[in-house]
């Protein structure tokens, strides 16, 4: 394949990042997006090339060798659902749903399919990943604290339980993602919500959440999502091991060990330039960097959403852990 011919399923805010980037490709054409809202696709379709096809289908008939999946968390499910039946390779934006069964279904449909596909988790591509990752080598990690401490996030469905998942689901994903990259698996997690929704039409979600997990590894984490501030105040994580302090954001990482305090600056938008490469590449067959297919990001997900269970009830919910453990979140009795 020479040049990827890519179609976009949503045409908001992510999907004009992607693309951005997929029309600075030399090697990618985009043939064209569809959304819900005919103009914002008309719109996008103008700006980087194809055409604003009516649906998912029309879309698919059109032969993309790629489709990115870029709506709101609540409108997961059929799209993939079509996509994976026309054996495309997909890109989905993360949250991959806003629930566990939705995700739990096109992880399998995709599992059985063999078909390949990327995840928006794209921190994963920051160098100071791989820079972390190398110092913690060897070395247990004994506690962990993520946090994402934001704004209310200018989108209608953001601040609605059932159509963005909420602030830990919809946005401390990237967090939580990373945490897994770093520290490993979850096996049980204990959380709070304020039970008092941002003041935005129609909201039900907590303004403020905080969890206490526990890894499969020993380590002890916590994870705070808050989006009561007019500005996005902190996104990232702090990992202690012995003698070694790590602070990872998506701007770097600074150290602090016996030899004393050290910052790595880190390029976010290279990132997200960097996950698109990465899949373009994997799709066109010359490369095989994709670092969260589906089912890595189906692992985050399903995090998250005992988080928000657990805030949700007021009770501590245990996750599966290894390949072979069952699907789903259970509850402790
Ligand atoms: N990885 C990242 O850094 C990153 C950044 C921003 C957003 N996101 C994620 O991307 C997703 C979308 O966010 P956004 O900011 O682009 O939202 P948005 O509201 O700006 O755009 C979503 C678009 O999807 C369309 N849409 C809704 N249902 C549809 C359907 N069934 N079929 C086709 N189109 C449909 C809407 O009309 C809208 O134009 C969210 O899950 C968000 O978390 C990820």
Do not use: N
């Not at 992607?18 to 809202?37: N, Q």
């Not at 994963?124 to 190398?134: F, M, T």
């Amino acid at each position: 394949m020479r040049t990827c011919r890519v179609g976009l399923v949503g045409a908001g805010g992510v999907a004009q990042r992607h693309a951005r980037v997929l029309d600075g490709f030399d090697d990618v054409e985009i043939v064209g997006v569809t959304d819900v809202a005919r103009d914002a696709a008309q719109r996008l379709a103008d700006a980087h090339g194809g055409r604003a096809f009516a649906d998912v289908d029309e879309l698919l008939a059109a032969g993309p060798d790629a489709v990115y999946v870029c709506v709101p968390p609540f409108a997961h499910g059929p799209v993939e659902e079509a996509i994976v039946a026309a054996g495309v390779p997909m890109f989905v934006e993360k949250p991959v749903a806003v629930d566990l069964d939705t995700a739990e279904r096109i992880a399998d449909l995709v599992a059985r399919r063999g078909l390949l596909t990327g995840v928006g988790h794209h921190w994963r591509y920051l160098h100071v990943v791989a820079e972390a990752r190398e110092l913690l080598a060897g070395r247990p990690v004994r506690m962990v604290g993520g946090a994402w401490l934001d704004k209310v996030p200018p989108v209608a469905w953001w601040a609605r339980r059932d159509r963005s998942g909420g602030p830990v689901v919809e946005q401390a994903a990237h967090v939580l993602d990373l945490m897994r990259a770093l520290v490993g698996e979850v096996t049980e997690v204990s959380a709070y919500g304020d039970g008092a929704p941002p003041p935005v039409d129609g909201a039900d979600i907590d303004s403020v959440t905080t969890a206490a997990l526990r890894f499969a590894g020993g380590a002890v984490g916590t994870l705070s999502a808050a989006c009561v501030l007019g500005w996005k105040h902190r996104a990232g994580l702090e990992i202690l091991a012995d003698g070694l302090a790590l602070r990872l954001a998506e701007d770097g990482l600074t150290i602090r060990d016996a030899d004393g305090e050290r910052h790595l600056p880190a390029d976010p938008d290279g990132a997200r330039t960097a996950v698109d490469r990465a899949f373009v590449d994997a799709v066109r067959g010359v490369g095989d960097d994709v670092r969260v297919p589906y089912a890595e990001a189906l692992r985050t997900q399903r995090l998250a959403l005992a988080i928000a269970e657990s805030a949700r009830t007021g009770r501590p919910v245990s996750l599966p852990t290894g390949p072979a453990a069952p699907a789903g979140v259970g509850v402790d009795a």
